[in-house]
């Protein structure tokens, strides 16, 4: 075994990773979807966005897709379809950015916030079982780097206290739990396209439901113009007005966003394939110290973040030095997390107490994160990074 690059010996990643971890990529099919858009000055209202909102919804497997300026404005559409008030409940985890409370909190709701588990790193159901209230009105399940929420429980909870569950998945982009997508749970879903997530439009989202109500208030919420297009007279007196504000998309993202669309399967068909090889791996190297649990067969799971649990109780080193130790061995890991929104000035101005929610806080502080290899075609990238794994856990790990 060579020595580690910390003292002298050769790094373990050579490749030109600037290339491999390239994201997101845009490619001929971009440029000539925006410049044909550019060239006939349709940059501001254009039928692309209807044809991606029918691509979007038979992606998403739902009746509806509306398409948005971002993930944000779409979770506040949902929050404020289903009549979120001053005075209600939304049970959120705390562990997530904080799109997926702070439109509720702006609504006026309190936010309720919930542990995470270690398996899926999403809400723990067995936590938000304890903070149900007669004011309780949604819940969050986020599904936090495209592992799917535990869904069975969360489902059960919900219908059995009648209260609304909101999917955020804005990373969860082709994800499935028991063969279902997900995004088709909860009464409404909201996925971001954000330029760092695995389907990228650069700043877009995307509202999906099979509820033609949280779908027509969504509509004439944001978007005043396609209010007169609704199949029901309900919002239609609204076409001059709409309900106030203005989200939707434009042509040169929903542009980008059909281009990306086409191409999801082939990419998100690689990043599964590199980063599955890569778990497998490092799952048995002795003394990693890294949490590898078998993914049960009814999650079928995405990878817009490659992020392992590091348990330092193992006895390797902390996980700073072993970050450290990687990245002089070429490796781009970081420690990367959320900052955990109870702690937030928002938040505990308005109560909350940054010591709660001790599990999260120590799951997070153990998150590694390592690239997802979207563009490692022949998966020599992902080689030079087990090899780089074993070398570490070679010299530094725990041989029990
Ligand atoms: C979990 C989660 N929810 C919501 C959002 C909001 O999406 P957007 O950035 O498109 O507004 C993001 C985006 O970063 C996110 O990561």
């Known amino acids: 075994m060579d020595k580690l690059a910390i003292d002298g010996g050769p790094r373990s990643v050579t490749l030109d990773q600037d290339r491999l971890l390239k994201w997101p990529v845009l490619g001929k099919e971009e440029e000539d979807a925006v410049l044909d858009l550019m060239r006939k000055g349709d940059i501001s209202s254009s039928s692309v966005v209807d044809d991606f909102a029918k691509e979007f919804a038979a992606f998403a497997g739902t009746k509806y897709a509306l398409p948005q300026v971002n993930g944000t404005a779409c979770l506040l559409s949902a929050f404020f379809s289903i009549g979120i008030k001053p005075g209600d409940e939304v049970i959120v985890p705390t562990n997530t950015y904080w799109a997926s409370a702070m439109p509720a909190a702006f609504l006026g709701a309190k936010i309720v916030f919930c542990e995470s588990e270690k398996t899926s790193l999403g809400i723990d159901p067995s936590d938000i079982a304890k903070k149900i209230t007669k004011k309780t009105k949604a819940i969050v399940p986020v599904h936090l780097y495209g592992y799917p929420c535990d869904m069975d429980p969360i489902m059960e909870i919900a219908n059995k206290h009648s209260i609304t569950v909101i999917e955020d998945a804005s990373h969860a982009h082709g994800t499935e739990y028991r063969g279902k997508k997900i995004g088709t749970f909860g ?173 999260t806080e120590k799951l997070v502080s153990q998150l590694v994160s390592f690239p997802n290899f979207p563009w490692d075609e022949t998966g020599e990238l992902v080689d030079q990074y087990i090899r780089g794994v074993e070398k570490v856990a070679y010299y530094l790990g725990d041989e029990t």
């Open 187 to 359: 009464a409404c879903a909201v996925f971001s396209l954000q330029g760092t997530k695995i389907l990228p439009a650069g700043e877009a989202g995307v509202l999906v439901t099979n509820d033609i109500e949280i779908y027509e208030k969504s509509v004439a919420l944001g978007h005043y113009e396609r209010v007169s297009s609704l199949e029901r007279e309900n919002y239609k007196k609204y076409r001059r007005t709409g309900l106030g504000l203005k989200h939707r998309l434009s042509p040169l993202h929903a542009a980008i966003a059909r281009c990306q669309l086409k191409k999801f399967p082939e990419v998100n068909g690689r990043i599964t394939r590199n980063c599955e090889k890569f778990r497998a791996a490092i799952k048995n190297i002795k003394g990693t110290g890294f949490f590898l649990p078998d993914i049960p067969k009814h999650v079928k799971r995405g990878y817009f973040m490659n992020q392992i649990v590091y348990d330092e109780g193992y006895g390797i080193i902390p996980r700073a030095e072993l970050v450290q130790v990687l990245g002089t061995e070429g490796l781009r890991v970081g420690q990367s997390r959320y900052e955990l929104l109870h702690k937030q000035a928002y938040f505990t101005e308005r109560g909350n107490k940054p010591d709660d929610f001790a599990f």
